[in-house]
């Protein structure tokens, strides 16, 4: 299987200043990729490389097979900015209609891109009174016109609303099973954390890590926390084998490194009879985001 998105060795330098340095990525078809960086990380350059809006120094790149920017990457790449922009005398259908003219698409299909993202009720309303999550599906819907190949989505559930961010994802997956590339950056760190394939982690103009939020885990080597719950009048008893353990509330927690967690749980169940309830709650993606991050001095 071909890579819908390729990058090898990737720099680009502005005055001197390294925006990207040897950065090496692929995106495959129907796999979603979340791109994560702090602000002056790098993704908003590696996004107009993807786009063909602006040429790296050095390094390969390959968009659907094709150079990034030619007409053959620009037909089978949409792309959604993180605040979209539409002229407010229009309809959301009459907009959608126009960017499926101007890309050579049946605009018969403009009301079932609308409903889609949930704003077929909403159609024949001016853009002018939509609120900024309207504008930004009517983007979504903009970004989905002739089948895309690959989507490169910047915060893209910027404004929506929580039930709006669930269908978002939704639509998503959906897109994804259909074979769809995804690329999305985001610094909704808990939204990702489940609804993305693989995690980019930019830091400094660097790729710091890649990888599932398993193989970050893994890598990062974070201690896993551990809240307990004692059955009334053992607390003393659960401290006396976990000395470390602090009271928060009514629960007691510990934490161990990876490689201790199932003798740790192994001297928890030897407690039966004294707990109550046990969660086991591993590193966050916030957890590891910050620790790759600070690795890198940032």
């Not at 192994?266 to 957890?287: F, T, Y």
């Amino acid at each position: 299987m071909t890579s819908t998105l390729t990058i090898s060795r990737l720099t680009k330098t502005f005055g001197g200043v390294h925006a990207l340095s040897d950065v090496s990525l692929r995106v495959e078809p129907g796999e979603r990729v979340a791109l994560l960086g702090h602000n002056g990380a790098g993704k908003s350059t590696m996004m107009k490389i993807i786009l063909g809006l602006i040429a790296p120094d050095s390094g390969d790149i390959s968009v659907c097979g094709a150079a990034p920017g030619g007409a053959l990457a620009r037909s089978k790449v949409a792309y959604l900015p993180e605040n979209a922009a539409f002229h407010s005398a229009l309809t959301g259908l009459e907009q959608i209609t126009h960017y499926m003219r101007l890309r050579g698409v049946d605009p018969a299909g403009a009301m079932d891109l609308l409903d889609r993202v949930g704003l077929a009720h909403a159609a024949r309303r001016r853009i002018g009174t939509y609120s900024k999550g309207m504008r930004q599906r009517v983007g979504l819907a903009q970004a989905l016109i002739g089948h895309p190949a690959l989507l490169v989505l910047d915060e893209p559930t910027s404004g929506l609303d929580p039930v709006s961010r669930r269908d978002f994802y939704e639509l998503l997956d959906t897109l994804a099973a259909e074979g769809a590339a995804i690329l999305l950056s985001s610094h909704a760190l808990t939204e990702v954390e489940a609804r993305t394939d693989r995690l980019l982690i930019l830091s400094g103009g660097k790729m710091v890590a890649e990888g599932t939020l398993t193989d970050l885990r893994s890598k990062a080597a974070l201690p896993v926390a551990m809240q307990i719950t004692a059955i009334n009048g053992y607390d003393r008893d659960i401290m006396a084998v976990f000395p470390d353990a602090i009271r928060i509330g009514d629960r007691l927690q510990l934490s161990c490194a990876q490689a201790d967690k199932l003798a740790t749980l192994a001297q928890i169940s030897a407690l039966r009879g004294k707990v109550a309830d046990l969660d086991v709650i591993p590193p966050s993606l916030e957890d590891i985001y910050s620790h790759f991050s600070r690795r890198d001095g940032q």
